[in-house]
């Protein structure tokens, strides 16, 4: 009985990304990296240091935000010394942010990168994987938000344009293929760690490379809406059976189908979000099954996550996107290769 549901479920997802794809029949990726093209043309990295005042105003709102969130979790720690004084530790703040500032950068590694040093540090994956998800979640939005504030990249609702078209699908197939790979690999199948991770590193390795050369012959490629949508559901995948490789999977996805870099660290920051918030609402599936989720380090997390969301953005819109296009790949290419030879979850 619950392996016909669960081939049932398979089939309804299945059907439903068929129709996500029809969505991005319309989308054009010229379009999405306009406003990013023209202002890397129009002005010099000097130039596009100087940002408006209303933009530095909009920004400085930001500090009420973060100032909400440290309040929040004063909530969720409970009513102890520790949730009072919101324990900040420095050197997880600073392993943090760096890793959160590549990864808002170029779109991948925030925990690829993070989670196995604070293992190495002592914490355990109770007090690490929720965490790292709650973040990803929020510096997700923060990042997004950034990026179009700072004309990275261009989101509107009201119409729906190519970008919020692609981040909204990206972000739904991605959560759709990830909660089927959850379904299927913890109740209908039984995959051994190293599988997972040896195929993920493997995955973003050769996306790497191949990404590298793409800058290098500066080639234009056709853009195809099933290709887009396979990269999401490839990542979606990833996410569920391992935990890791969207981020890589989605941004170098999109540049493969032809999206600027500039906008597609963008809208991977943002579409990546959108899945984490599945991965949080898990663990709050299981918190109330009994099972203790510490939540210690997320003052440290939070704080160096969220700074890192709106400097990344900034850093993007100054470099030229010609660096982008060679750091981007290459630094999947490393995770990757840092994947295949350490172990870890990319």
Not at 68 to 87: D, I, K
Not at 220 to 231: D, M
């Amino acid at each position: 009985m619950d392996g016909e549901r669960i081939i049932e479920d398979v089939g309804v997802a299945e059907q439903r990304i068929v129709e996500l794809e029809t969505e991005l029949v319309d989308v054009d990726p010229a379009r999405i990296g306009a406003e990013a093209q023209r202002l890397d043309r129009a002005q010099t990295p000097t130039e596009r240091m100087r940002l408006p005042r209303s933009t530095v105003r909009r920004l400085g709102y930001l500090g009420a935000v973060y100032l909400a969130g440290l309040a929040s979790m004063t909530l969720l720690l409970g009513p102890s010394t520790e949730a009072v004084l919101l324990p900040l530790v420095p050197t997880v703040i600073a392993l943090a942010f760096t890793f959160e500032l590549m990864d808002s950068a170029a779109g991948m590694g925030f925990g690829t990168a993070l989670a196995p040093v604070l293992f190495l540090l002592g914490y355990d994956p109770l007090q690490v994987t929720p965490v790292l998800l709650v973040s990803e979640a929020v510096t997700g939005l923060i990042s997004g938000g950034v990026h179009h504030e700072l004309k990275n990249t261009s989101f509107s609702f009201r119409p729906l344009n190519d970008a919020t078209r692609m981040m909204l699908l990206l972000g739904g197939v991605g959560s759709v293929a990830s909660i089927v790979s959850i379904v299927l690999t913890y109740f209908a199948l039984t995959l051994p760690d190293v599988y997972i991770e040896t195929y993920v590193a493997v995955l973003v390795l050769v996306m790497g490379a191949i990404g590298l050369l793409r800058a290098r012959r500066v080639t234009t490629i056709e853009y195809r809406p099933r290709r887009i949508v396979g990269f999401a559901v490839i990542a979606g995948l990833n996410k569920g059976i391992g935990g890791g490789g969207y981020g890589p999977v989605v941004t170098l996805g999109q540049i493969l189908s032809g999206v600027y870099e500039k906008s597609a660290t963008a809208i991977a920051s943002l579409a990546e979000s959108i899945v984490s918030v599945v991965g949080v609402l898990t663990f709050v599936a299981l918190s109330t099954q009994g099972v203790a989720v510490d939540l210690v380090l997320l003052p440290s997390v939070f704080t160096a996550g969220f700074l890192a969301a709106v400097a990344a953005p900034y850093l993007v819109r100054v470099v030229p996107n010609r660096v982008w296009r060679y750091v981007i790949p290459l630094y999947a290419f490393v995770i990757g290769l840092l994947g295949l030879t350490f172990g870890l979850r990319v």
